[in-house]
Structures are given as C-alpha cells and as structure tokens.
C-alpha cells in the first residue's frame, strides 16, 4: 500500500516526475524526453492489459488481506498458527509478486488517460522497476514452491522453520538485487520506452536483460518442468510399489500425490501466462521485434498470473490446507520415502526387583493406521482438529496419525504365607 500511495502522489505532476527523475541523476542531465503516442491498436492494447491488470490487482489485494488477517488472528479458526504451513507461506510471497506485476501493467491505464508514454517521468521508473523485478520475482518463487515440494517427497520432511523463513528472506533480497545492479549501471536512464510500447529496460542493454531478467525466467520454466518430472516419475514407482499394500497405506500414498498435483498449478500457471511474453523479448535481441499486437496479448497474459493464482488457491485451498497440514505435522512423508511402509516398535521397562510390584509395560507403534483407527486419537498438539468442526475448511485431517497400544502387565509379589497357598495373581 505504501508504494501505491507513492506512486499516486508521483503521478499528479509530470514536471514534478521529470524534477524527481533529475535529482537521481546526481548532476547527469537526463536524456531528452520522448513520447510513444497511443493511437488504434496499441491503445487498444494497453486499455485491455490495463483492465486485466486491474482485475489481478483487486483480486491479489483481497486474498493477500484474507491471509494477512488468517496469519495474525489464527487463534480464532486454527490450533496451530497458519503462518507456519510452508506451502501458504511460499504462495503468499507468490501473492506478492503477483500484486507487484498487476501494480506494474496497471500504469498502462495511466498511459492512457495521458494520450501516451512519457519519458523521463516517474510512472516509467516505476513500470520499469516493477516489471524488472517483478517477472522474474514470479518466475523464482514459483521454482521455490517446486523445490520446496520436491524436498518434501523425496526427503521426506519440510525445512526447519527458521531455515525456511531466511531462504525466503534471501530470495527477496536476490530479487531486488536483480533490479539494484542496472539502477547502479544506469541510474535515471535505466528504465526507457522500450520495443512494447511499455518502460523497460532499453534495447541496448542486452546483457542486463539476459542476466538480470530472461535467464531467471527461462531457469524458473525449464526447472519446474524437470522438478516436477522428477516427482512424476517417484511417485508412480511409489504406487507401483504400493499396489499389494493395505488400502490405508495407498490412501497415503494418494493424499503426497494430491499435494504435488495441487502445487503444480502454479508453475503450471505461470509457464503458460510468461512465455509469449519471454518469448516476443528474446525474439527482440535477435533482432526480430514482433509487432505491438504481439507484446499487448503477451502482457494481458502476464498481467492475468495474480488472478488466475487467486482463482486456483481458492479452489484448492481446503484440500491443500487438509493434506499438507496432516501429513507434515504427524511426519507422514517421512513414513513413506524410508524403506520400512510399516513398523513396529516395542519398549519394555522393568521396575528394580526391591520393589513391591514389578511392571513390565510393552508398548507397540504401528506407523500409518487408517482413519477409522485413528479419528479418536485426542492429542492436544495434533492438526487433526486445526479448525473448529463447524468449519468444513479441514474436516477430514485425521489420515496418517499413528495409534499407540499400551499393554500392561502387572506382577505383585505375594506375602509368604500366602505363596503357599495360592498361585501369583495375573491382572492385566
């Protein structure tokens, strides 16, 4: 929000923009002003990215605030606070990226209200930057929630909580370091008009694009394709493997895979809305500049990731939420990437012989028990009942939890005269 009233207040005056832009030129004058006029076809252009852009914006703004009011008051509706749900957490950051490219293709309208694109000003800053570290912003934590499952299935457990929380710092930082380094090159005149009629990066700073932009979103798009192959492929040995197993232990097995189809989307997602727009880019640098049709259907594509992210966590958030947070919280996957589908485990502890009553207590661990073996299970620390049991949000939570059998038996000496005359009790 707050970069959103900054870039209001920056829109009122265009010589304010243009005042702005010289004071960052720090005694550089900047170049001289150019306009792209908008008429026919690119205004029509930039009016449709311009709606669609305004759709993903309302849109991403509402679920960023339903999950900002979800993570602070969780008390309410979760017995665990969803802040730690590895998977909300990565598609809430995805969230904001998405808001910051609909942000950025939202200036289109500006653009059209002023009758063309103006440089220098601040609104091109601002679209330039945006776009610069929005687009591959997207592209890298989309890679994160692939790696982030991929971890899951073939590791068998998430990241330490903390470990996590700093990779997501850490990415953030990368992602605005992508933008800082051609600031620093080119300071006020880094983001220009470029070949799609939007500010960008100018067409002579090839190297910056190819490094600083194209080549995160290429690696972004090719890693989540072969992460995801990789899991394909784990996955169905697992159920191959699984096939003789009890019914129980192939519902398990269901459940992990319900979890990597519902994460798949997203790469998915983005893949198909960013290659026509990477694509018409890297066509540019070889010197074959598609049309200003091309790059306006390419960036309403672009400008669609945040509703579309936001129509399909809607959709599968119950799910998500339902298998993620059982099989994470009771170790489930870790049962299953093991050698060993089912243990068991005995312990036995034997009271001194001084004692008048000696108890022996064997306890027995069955891993991966079915749902009708395990709904009673009552630990307060569970997220079997991570919500109230009015909210059908995870109803069904309680696959995978394991169930303990503790048998007790108890020897108790008896007094000397009575040994010899009746035998040792046995109670059970």
Not at 160 to 178: G, N
Not at 231 to 253: C, G, I, P, T, V
Request: proline share 4%.
């Amino acid at each position: 929000m707050t970069s959103l009233v900054r870039t209001l207040l920056l829109l009122q005056s265009e010589n304010g923009d243009k005042a702005y832009l010289t004071a960052r030129s720090h005694g550089v004058q900047p170049p001289t002003a150019a306009d792209e006029p908008l008429t026919g076809s690119l205004r029509a252009g930039f009016i449709a990215i311009g709606a669609v852009a305004l759709c993903s914006w309302i849109a991403t703004f509402s679920l960023i605030s339903f999950l900002t009011y979800r993570f602070i008051f969780w008390q309410h509706y979760y017995k665990r606070p969803l802040a730690q749900n590895q998977y909300v957490v990565l598609i809430y950051n995805l969230l904001l990226v998405d808001i910051q490219q609909a942000t950025a293709f939202l200036l289109c309208l500006h653009w059209v209200a002023r009758g063309g694109v103006n440089y220098p000003s601040a609104a091109c800053v601002l679209q330039g930057w945006w776009i610069q570290t929005g687009d591959p912003g997207s592209g890298l934590f989309v890679l994160a929630i692939a790696i982030h499952t991929c971890s899951v299935v073939l590791r068998g457990r998430q990241l330490p909580f903390k470990t996590f929380v700093w990779c997501v710092v850490a990415l953030w930082a990368f992602i605005i370091l992508l933008g800082l380094i051609a600031v620093g090159l080119y300071g006020s005149r880094t983001f220009v008009i470029s070949e799609a009629g939007w500010c960008w990066l100018s067409p002579q700073s090839q190297a910056e694009r190819l490094w600083g932009h194209y080549f995160w979103i290429f690696l972004s798009e090719f890693g989540t394709i072969i992460l995801y192959g990789i899991m394909f492929f784990y996955l169905r040995r697992q159920m191959k493997q699984a096939a003789a197993l009890r019914q129980n232990h192939k519902e398990s097995l269901n459940r992990l895979n319900r979890v990597v189809v519902y994460m798949v989307i997203y790469p998915l997602v983005y893949v198909l809305l960013s290659l026509p727009l990477a694509a018409g880019r890297m066509s540019s640098a070889r010197h074959v500049v598609p049309s200003k049709a091309y790059f306006a259907v390419a960036g309403a594509l672009m400008a669609l990731s945040g509703l579309v992210d936001v129509i399909v966590y809607t959709v599968t958030r119950r799910h998500l939420l339902m298998d993620t947070e059982v099989s994470t919280s009771d170790r489930y996957y870790a049962q299953h990437t093991g050698s060993n589908l089912y243990n068991t485990h005995i312990s036995t502890t034997v009271v001194g012989p001084d004692s008048k009553k000696s108890r022996v207590k064997s306890r027995l661990r069955r891993g991966l028990q079915g749902i009708n073996d395990t709904v009673l299970d009552d630990r307060g620390d569970s997220t079997e009942d991570i919500v109230p049991k009015g909210d059908m949000e995870l109803g069904n939570m309680a696959h995978g939890v394991y169930q303990e059998t503790t048998i007790e038996i108890t020897h108790e000496a008896a007094e000397p005269e009575q040994a010899l005359r009746k035998p040792n009790r046995f109670s059970r």
